[in-house]
């Protein structure tokens, strides 16, 4: 089974930005970053395709950017405009309707002043 590491996160002030990466060990279709807040459910923020058509989550439209790079079973996560509700473990993943993969440990984005 394809495994994934998430890499990329830390603690940032409102405003600013950081961008994550998602190493995969093999080939995925449609990929997706989600994330958890501390007692909320995962959600998915953004998602592509291999051929590249991303989306978004409403919350992150125009402030976040998905991109992979097939070549090296990568995805990106360029988030900008970074607020506190952003705060969360971000993981990356399959999306619907492939079957998710195991977790990886995800990356924690913590936004505060």
């Known amino acids: 089974q394809v495994q994934l590491v998430e890499s990329g996160g830390g603690l940032v002030q409102p405003g600013e930005s950081l961008r994550l990466s998602c190493a995969a060990s093999?080939?995925?279709?449609?990929v997706g970053w989600y994330r958890q807040a501390p007692g909320k459910q995962r959600e998915l923020v953004a998602s592509i395709y291999k051929s590249g058509s991303p989306n978004y989550a409403d919350s992150v439209k125009g402030r976040f950017t998905i991109s992979r790079d097939n070549a090296k079973n990568a995805v990106y996560l360029q988030m900008n405009s970074l607020k506190s509700e952003d705060t969360a473990v971000y993981y990356c993943?399959?999306?619907?309707?492939?079957?998710?993969?195991?977790w990886g440990q995800g990356t924690q984005v913590t936004v505060s002043s």
């Open positions: 993943n399959t999306i619907a309707p492939f079957r998710l993969l195991s």
């Open positions: 093999g080939s995925i279709y449609a």
